[in-house]
Each structure stands twice: as C-alpha cells, then as structure tokens.
C-alpha cells in the first residue's frame, strides 16, 4: 500500500509519485530516473520516521521537505540547526564514557552525519555550500578568521621550541 510507484514522464516533465507514506501524492521535476527515486525513497522515509514519532517535525512543500519545527509561535527551526544545537550541548566526555570504544572522530562523525540528513530538500539545495558562500561574501568574519589564523601562526613560532609540538 505504502509502495512507491514511479509515473511516466520524459526529463524535466511533472511526476507523480502515490503511495508516498499514507497515500500521499507528491509532483515535482524529474531529473534522473534513478536519483527521482532515490530522492522520493529518501522522503518516503523521512515522512514515515516522523509519522513514527508522533509528527513533531514537519516537512512541508514551502521548505521543499526540509526537515523544520515550528515553536508555539509558528517560528521555524530547521532540524539540522536543532541538531547543532543539541551537538553544542553534548558532553562527548559522557558519549564517550557510555561507549568508550568509540572515538571521539566517530562521535563527531555520527552527529555530523546526522546533521546532513537533517538537511534533506527536493531542491538539492547543499546548504553547508550556501551557509559557507554566504560566510565568504561577510567581510567581518574573514577579518576574525584571517585574525585567528594570524594568531595562531604566532602561537606556533612562539611554541615551536616545546617537547609535545
């Protein structure tokens, strides 16, 4: 019943996608036979995760299915914004006691992971490449970054002599 089934349609024709969790019906551009249906399999069960834990997250049409919460006050979160958040709270000292034989790279590597899922969109946005394109256009945060590294080039002249460099 919940079976995705894959319309006909030429590239950059409408397609129907039924049976997409709970019968809902989706349209949107083919690109790729293929990557339509990994994409529309992705979504599938995004939508079905969700529906699983109670549909506190919300993927809507407007944010092209990107995972977001809305606030009592209809403010939107993106999912993968929670997740840095819940990632700055984290104590890795705690994750790592509780699972001391993974890494603190497998750690980091599990959230970041999780993070880029969270990032899911039909409009094969790559936000990371957004968010940096738009740091780089941001005279101010070149300037602190190009401090930064200044300092820590002196950092490494000044501690250049010590034993555990």
């Not at 590597?109 to 999780?114: P, Y």
Request: with cysteine.
């Amino acid at each position: 019943m919940n079976e995705i089934t894959e319309g006909t349609a030429s590239a950059w024709e409408p397609v129907v996608f039924e049976g997409i969790a709970q019968d809902r019906t989706l349209n949107f551009i083919k690109v790729e036979e293929h990557t339509t249906l990994v994409i529309m399999n992705m979504l599938d069960v995004l939508i079905k995760a969700n529906d699983a834990t109670g549909s506190h997250v919300e993927l809507l049409p407007e944010f092209s299915y990107c995972p977001i919460l809305k606030d009592s006050s209809g403010d939107v979160l993106p999912l993968y914004k929670f997740i840095e958040i819940l990632d700055e709270c984290l104590d890795y000292e705690d994750v790592k006691a509780e699972m001391p034989s993974f890494s603190f790279a497998q750690i980091e590597g599990a959230i970041s992971f999780l993070r880029k899922i969270a990032q899911f969109n039909l409009a094969s946005v790559d936000i990371d490449e957004e968010i940096d394109q738009q740091l780089l256009k941001d005279i101010v945060f070149r300037n602190e970054l190009q401090n930064g590294l200044a300092d820590q080039e002196s950092m490494h002249v000044l501690n250049f002599n010590q034993c555990d460099r």
